[in-house]
C-alpha cells in the first residue's frame, strides 16, 4: 500500500511542476561535461567518476590508501550522473525551488527535470536537522539521502 501511495505522490509531482503555476519557476541547466553513449553502455564506467577521479590534495593527506578510500566513497557517482542522471545534457527544470536540492525556507520542495520527452521527478522535505530527498537533483544526478 505505501509504495503505491509514494508512486502515485511522485507521478502527481511530476505532473504538477510540469504544469505552470504560481508556485513553480523554471531553469535551464547546461552542463559542461560530454559523456559518449557508447561509454554509458560499459560497466566499469558505471562504477568510476568522471568528474573528480583523483582525491584533491586535502582529502587524508597522509593515508597510504586514500586513492581506494577515494573511490569507496562514491564507487557509483558515473551511474547516478550519466548512466540514468541527465548531467551530461542540457535541459530545464521546474518546480517549487528548481536551483536547489532543498527549500531555503525549509519544508517540501518539488521539481522536475525535462529533457525532450523524458520527465524526472524530484521531491526533498527539510524540517530542522531532519532532510530527506529522492529523485533527479539540479544538476539532473539521481540521489537518495536520508538524515535524522
Known amino acids: 500500500m505505501r509504495r503505491w501511495f ?3 505522490t511522485i507521478l502527481l509531482l511530476a505532473f ?3 504544469r505552470t503555476g504560481a ?3 523554471e531553469i535551464t541547466v547546461t552542463n559542461h561535461i560530454q559523456i559518449k553513449a557508447g561509454q554509458k553502455w ?4 558505471w562504477l568510476g567518476n568522471e568528474d573528480d577521479p583523483v582525491p584533491p590534495p586535502d582529502y587524508r593527506p597522509n593515508d597510504k590508501r586514500r586513492m581506494r578510500k577515494w573511490y569507496y566513497r562514491n564507487p557509483c557517482h558515473n551511474f547516478c550522473f550519466y548512466v540514468i542522471g541527465i548531467a551530461d545534457r542540457k535541459f530545464r527544470r521546474a518546480g517549487r525551488c528548481p536551483d536547489a536540492v ?3 525556507r525549509q519544508g517540501w520542495n518539488w ?3 525535462k529533457y525532450k520527452w523524458w520527465r524526472l521527478p ?3 522535505y527539510q524540517h530542522g536537522k531532519f532532510r530527506c530527498y529522492c529523485g533527479w537533483r539540479e544538476r539532473g ?3 537518495m539521502e536520508l538524515k535524522l
Do not use: Y
Open 42 to 45: 560499459k560497466p566499469g564506467f
Open 111 to 113: 521539481t522536475v527535470c
Open 141 to 143: 544526478n539521481f540521489g
Open 102 to 104: 532543498f527549500n531555503p
Open 23 to 25: 508556485h513553480a519557476h
Open 16 to 18: 504538477a511542476a510540469g
Open 6 to 8: 509514494l508512486k502515485l
Open 122 to 124: 524530484f521531491v526533498s
